[in-house]
């Protein structure tokens, strides 16, 4: 396919709601954030001053994507997905792909230490947990593999970088929902099958486990059949059981706790929740309205939002009330990049088309965050996808002509 095809055919994949998905932060350099989004990487070197986009194309990640990230002390950026695992290095412009990771993909990649642990969750290959202790140079497989498993998620304790935690689950010829453990830093694993003690066997992921407790982990099942539900759960014995503690109809898809470890929050589809218990009960909060995720970093708490709704598609608070950190018009657009990389010849062509998907700035009368200080089922309908009835929609369609024949002139 040429490069004006290939541009063209990416222009008419980014044309539906734009929403923000995961805030990541980089251990030892609180001045960096980076917003996976539905059109890419959104990320700041100045903790939100300014803001560059690098598109999924340039990436290798795959359109319409929930990818996973991790960000290495090094400066690496890692970025996970079916179609596999990529990382830059460098200054954003060059990506390239893990060849370890080429036919399972890479659901999830976490680290502690030195130690880097990924896990894949690909129909019709044999899924791995794969393990790396030279900054995701090298990778050796653990053990642990199957045909008949999505390894969906990891955790590592904080307190203690033996202890990991793998979800996994399968759904032939009945939905089974396995949590994996090991206690020697990934090197081995042992399983215990939850399904049958669990409110509904299904689709597991494991969330969150608590700073200080080991032992405490949080996890989230989900049931597709009607009427579908989704809980979080509560376990205190190294996830021999567990306990629910919300039930909602909303994937819960994070946990992240307060510098007070009794405060613990989970996202669910449209919801953040609270708890100020160490997770045995949940308030819902008010914002955001929806497209809720979480992170924290100290007293800092970074949710996603609706910035049609909140105001922001980024807010940054300290338990609930949120300023505005992200805006989709403090995107100044693609990084400068050389000739040659596909930041270059792809995310800057795009980013026109991007930028018309964005929303009209309204004043919502939420306050600036200013500069960040260190201190589940897709929330909407049709977040991705072609799009057909947006882009016909008239001033985007102007500006997508426009923009395809400016290709055809510079190409």
């Given at each position: 396919?040429?490069?004006l095809?290939?541009?063209?055919?990416a222009?008419?994949?980014?044309?539906?709601?734009?929403?923000?998905?995961?805030?990541?932060?980089r251990?030892?350099?609180?001045?960096?954030?980076l917003?996976?989004?539905?059109?890419?990487?959104?990320?700041?070197?100045?903790?939100g001053a300014?803001w560059?986009?690098?598109?999924?194309?340039?990436?290798?990640?795959g359109t319409?994507?929930?990818?996973?990230?991790w960000?290495?002390?090094?400066?690496?950026?890692?970025?996970?997905?079916?179609?596999?695992l990529?990382?830059?290095?460098?200054d954003g412009?060059?990506?390239?792909?893990?060849?370890?990771?080429?036919?399972?993909?890479?659901?999830?990649i976490?680290?502690?230490?030195?130690?880097?642990?990924?896990?894949?969750?690909?129909?019709?290959?044999?899924?791995?947990?794969q393990?790396?202790?030279?900054?995701?140079?090298?990778?050796?497989?653990?053990?642990?593999?199957?045909?008949?498993l999505f390894?969906?998620?990891?955790r590592?304790?904080?307190?203690?970088?033996?202890?990991?935690?793998v979800?996994?689950?399968w759904?032939?010829?009945?939905?089974?929902?396995?949590?994996?453990?090991s206690d020697?830093?990934?090197?081995?694993?042992?399983?215990?099958?939850?399904?049958?003690?669990?409110?509904?066997?299904?689709?597991f992921?494991?969330?969150?486990?608590?700073?200080?407790?080991?032992?405490?982990?949080?996890?989230?099942?989900?049931?597709?059949?009607?009427?579908?539900?989704?809980?979080?759960?509560?376990?205190?014995d190294?996830?021999?059981?567990?306990?629910?503690?919300?039930?909602?109809?909303?994937?819960f898809?994070?946990?992240?706790?307060?510098p007070?470890?009794?405060i613990v929050?989970?996202?669910?589809?449209?919801?953040?929740y609270?708890?100020?218990?160490?997770?045995l009960?949940?308030?819902?909060?008010?914002?955001?309205?929806?497209n809720?995720?979480?992170?924290?970093?100290?007293?800092d708490?970074?949710?996603?939002?609706l910035?049609e709704?909140?105001?922001w598609?980024?807010?940054q608070?300290?338990?609930?009330?949120?300023?505005?950190?992200l805006?989709?018009?403090?995107?100044a657009g693609?990084?400068?990049?050389?000739a040659?990389?596909?930041?270059?010849?792809?995310?800057?062509?795009?980013?026109?088309?991007?930028?018309a998907?964005?929303p009209?700035?309204?004043?919502a009368?939420i306050?600036?965050?200013?500069?960040?200080?260190?201190?589940?089922?897709?929330?909407?309908?049709?977040?991705?996808?072609?799009?057909?009835?947006?882009?016909?929609?008239?001033?985007?369609?102007i500006?997508?002509i426009l923009?395809?024949?400016?290709?055809?002139q510079?190409?």
């Amino acid at each position: 396919m040429s490069l004006l095809a290939l541009v063209a055919a990416a222009a008419f994949g980014h044309t539906g709601i734009p929403q923000s998905l995961s805030v990541n932060l980089r251990s030892g350099a609180d001045s960096e954030l980076l917003v996976s989004t539905t059109f890419g990487a959104v990320y700041s070197k100045d903790r939100g001053a300014s803001w560059n986009v690098i598109c999924e194309e340039a990436i290798g990640y795959g359109t319409g994507q929930r990818p996973a990230w991790w960000l290495s002390p090094s400066g690496a950026k890692f970025a996970g997905s079916f179609k596999g695992l990529f990382v830059n290095r460098t200054d954003g412009c060059f990506w390239e792909g893990v060849p370890d990771f080429e036919a399972t993909g890479c659901s999830d990649i976490q680290a502690a230490g030195s130690t880097v642990l990924a896990t894949s969750g690909k129909f019709g290959v044999e899924n791995l947990i794969q393990r790396s202790t030279d900054d995701g140079k090298t990778w050796t497989a653990s053990p642990e593999k199957s045909t008949t498993l999505f390894y969906s998620t990891l955790r590592i304790a904080p307190s203690n970088p033996n202890r990991v935690y793998v979800a996994a689950w399968w759904f032939e010829p009945v939905n089974s929902s396995l949590l994996l453990r090991s206690d020697d830093n990934g090197q081995t694993f042992a399983r215990k099958d939850l399904s049958a003690t669990l409110p509904a066997a299904g689709a597991f992921y494991v969330l969150g486990v608590h700073p200080s407790k080991p032992d405490v982990v949080f996890a989230s099942v989900n049931k597709d059949t009607e009427p579908k539900a989704a809980w979080l759960l509560r376990s205190t014995d190294s996830g021999d059981s567990f306990t629910p503690v919300v039930t909602t109809t909303e994937i819960f898809s994070a946990v992240a706790f307060g510098p007070d470890p009794s405060i613990v929050y989970a996202a669910s589809g449209n919801r953040l929740y609270r708890s100020t218990d160490e997770g045995l009960t949940f308030t819902p909060l008010a914002a955001p309205k929806r497209n809720a995720c979480v992170t924290t970093r100290g007293n800092d708490v970074f949710s996603c939002g609706l910035q049609e709704l909140d105001g922001w598609a980024v807010g940054q608070g300290d338990g609930g009330d949120f300023s505005r950190l992200l805006r989709w018009s403090n995107i100044a657009g693609p990084p400068s990049c050389p000739a040659g990389s596909l930041v270059k010849s792809l995310c800057e062509p795009l980013w026109p088309v991007v930028k018309a998907t964005f929303p009209p700035e309204a004043d919502a009368g939420i306050p600036d965050a200013g500069p960040a200080i260190d201190g589940g089922v897709d929330p909407l309908p049709t977040p991705k996808g072609c799009g057909c009835a947006t882009f016909f929609d008239g001033p985007l369609l102007i500006a997508s002509i426009l923009f395809l024949r400016s290709l055809r002139q510079r190409w």
